[in-house]
């Protein structure tokens, strides 16, 4: 009899803890969405009060668990089917009955009560018994109702229940952090050292990476940050996650295992060839976090005036691209493709005007923005003009395929084999407006042209040409060497550039088939081959010009191509 006191003082105290405690928070409310509401618009919700609670920026009291809430909230909405379980029957476990879902974290505080889902107790019939949970790390500490639940057993026992969790009857209490829940997102690619070293080391991609530990907090606001950065940068880089907790050697082999919070690092190749990891330090929100990463793409495109620039003076082995848009700085795309092409290709991109630019005219380009190349023999082709994507990532994977297209083309043009499809000019360039001031411009000493009237006449001379060319003592324009001593070969239809032969005042010239001519752009001289061309006679020519043996004239004017 004299513990009925105290056991009426016992569910008296625990149907009251009961009721203030089993309070359901709906996540919906909690993250302020709709019931309809897609992932992107609960993430960005999400973000935005993780940010705003965020234990580490927040030290107002209750913030602590108003951010746990928050996270608690994210994982059901972030996960289908839990989403799913919740929407049908107010729990994310999918149980009909009354919400497990409570305000969480620390001070975690829970209830469950499901009718028919009573358990059997002691093994007595009929008994029933129902469970809740309240305490955090700290089992003594008060709930968010103002005591904790071992304030009424520290009363009539005289101490506390001890950490960790205990029972009385068929009651239990539970501690446990809610700040983490040590997943990673379903998009974001899990990276461990074989991977790093196979698909990230020296691949030319951009990497956000995101290292944890499952018992950190705050994994989830860090996901949702690089996962948001992420999306705002699809195709420009990639996101991986490192659990340091199952792969913790490969952790601190690459100096990034986390202690207190998560860790965020980008891969790049900002500052030379090699790829190095930088740890990002700044503010955890997506502008700051997005700078960063635009800050640290690929640097491989020289930006060039374009009015002073001549792809033929710019040597190398490799094939030369050109972006011309109306941007004030490097665009984000050619900078990712710089890195992904920087050992195929050179980069280069210039502001322009309009397609009204005279630089701009010169390359026979109409619209814009647009790609031009230059194959390593120095013919110039058009890649694409008046380039529109509709993102981002669809950008990247455009012209990615051009310059595939064009690398490929280099490579048989580099190795002298021939595609069936291709015309027979590519070895031998037809000059026109567009390339006319590239391969006979002011700093290649002589120009030699195949003027002819008809294809099969073009055919000749291309065969003669391409076969002289390769000889040594033409010293055919080299992209290889520094030297300025070098010639360029190209073939001219008289049939549609009169105006060119108009300009050399020379009788004979505008009736004739094949002709060969020798001009000198700097000095607007020229001079032509006489009788029939053949390998041989075009040889001696090329030869006598290259020794000083020839008489060069006077052109009229200086010639020009339509």
């Given amino acids: 009899m004299t513990n009925r006191p105290v056991l009426r003082l016992i569910v008296v105290g625990l149907m009251f803890l009961i009721v203030v405690e089993s309070k359901k928070v709906d996540p919906y409310k909690v993250l302020g969405v709709d019931k309809s509401a897609s992932q992107r618009e ?16 927040n030290k107002n009291k209750g913030a602590q668990e108003k951010f746990a809430e ?4 994210y994982d059901i909405l972030s996960d289908e089917q839990k989403r799913k379980n919740y929407d049908l029957y107010g729990d994310e476990t999918g149980t009909p009955g009354y919400s497990d879902f409570t305000s969480g974290g620390p001070g975690h505080s829970g209830f469950n009560f499901r009718p028919g889902g009573w358990e059997n107790m002691g093994g007595q019939q009929g008994s ?22 071992n304030d009424i057993f520290s009363s009539i026992f005289g101490g506390g229940m001890g950490g960790g969790g205990s029972q009385f009857g068929g009651f239990s209490s539970s501690s446990g952090s809610q700040h983490g829940t040590g997943r990673s997102s379903k998009s974001m690619q899990s990276v461990n050292a074989q991977f790093y070293r196979k698909e990230i080391v020296d691949n030319g991609m951009t990497w956000l990476l995101f290292a944890y530990t ?65 740890e990002y330090d700044g503010n955890l929100d997506v502008k700051s976090l997005k700078s960063f990463c635009q800050d640290h793409l690929p640097r491989f495109s020289s930006r060039i005036n374009l009015e002073n620039w001549d792809a033929a003076s710019e040597f190398g082995t490799l094939p030369k691209v050109l972006l011309l848009s109306t941007k004030k700085s490097t665009p984000v795309i050619w900078r990712a493709l710089s890195g992904l092409y920087r050992k ?42 008046g380039i529109s994507v509709k993102d981002l990532k669809s950008a990247v994977q455009e012209i990615s395929s051009l310059l595939d297209k064009f690398d490929k083309k280099n490579k048989k043009a580099a190795s002298g084999k021939r595609d069936n499809t291709e015309t027979v000019e590519e070895s031998i360039p037809l000059l026109t407006s567009s390339n006319f001031h590239d391969i006979c411009s002011e700093k290649v000493p002589v120009c030699f042209i195949g003027v002819s009237r008809s294809s099969s006449n073009r055919d000749k001379l291309q065969k003669i040409l391409q076969s002289v060319s390769q000889k040594s003592f033409s010293r055919r324009q080299s ?10 070969y190209a073939l001219l239809d008289a049939s549609k550039q009169q105006s060119f032969l108009n ?4 009788s ?42 020839v008489q060069f004239s006077k052109a009229r004017w200086k010639p020009t191509v339509n």
Wanted: aromatic share 10%; net charge neutral; proline share 4%.
């Fill in 42 to 57: 609960i993430q960005k919700a999400f973000h935005k009060l993780s940010l705003q609670y965020h234990p580490d920026k």
């Fill in 70 to 73: 928050i996270n608690n909230a």
């Fill in 128 to 149: 029933k018994s129902f469970s809740f949970s309240f305490g955090g790390p700290s089992s003594g500490k008060p709930s968010s109702s103002g005591f904790g639940f």
């Fill in 214 to 278: 499952s018992n950190l907090k705050g994994i989830q606001h860090y996901e949702s940050l690089v996962d948001e950065v992420a999306t705002s940068l699809q195709g420009a880089l990639k996101i991986g996650s490192i659990n340091c907790e199952s792969d913790a050697s490969f952790c601190m082999e690459l100096s990034v295992y986390p202690r207190r919070e998560p860790k965020i690092f980008v891969y790049s190749y900002a500052s030379s060839d090699k790829g190095s990891l930088t």
């Fill in 344 to 385: 195929r290709f050179v980069f280069y991109n210039a502001e322009v005007r309009d397609v009204s630019d005279p630089s701009v005219r010169k390359l026979g380009v109409d619209s814009l923005p647009a790609v031009v190349g230059w194959l390593s023999n120095g013919e110039k082709q058009i890649l694409k003009s």
């Fill in 479 to 488: 992209f290889t060497s520094g030297s300025r001593d070098s010639v360029s």
């Fill in 503 to 506: 300009a050399l005042n020379k």
């Fill in 508 to 549: 004979g010239l505008k009736s004739a088939e094949k002709i060969l001519v020798a001009y000198k752009p700097k000095r607007g001289t020229y001079a032509t081959s006489e009788g029939e061309i053949t390998e041989e006679t075009a040889e001696g020519f090329i030869s006598s010009v290259l020794n000083g043996d």
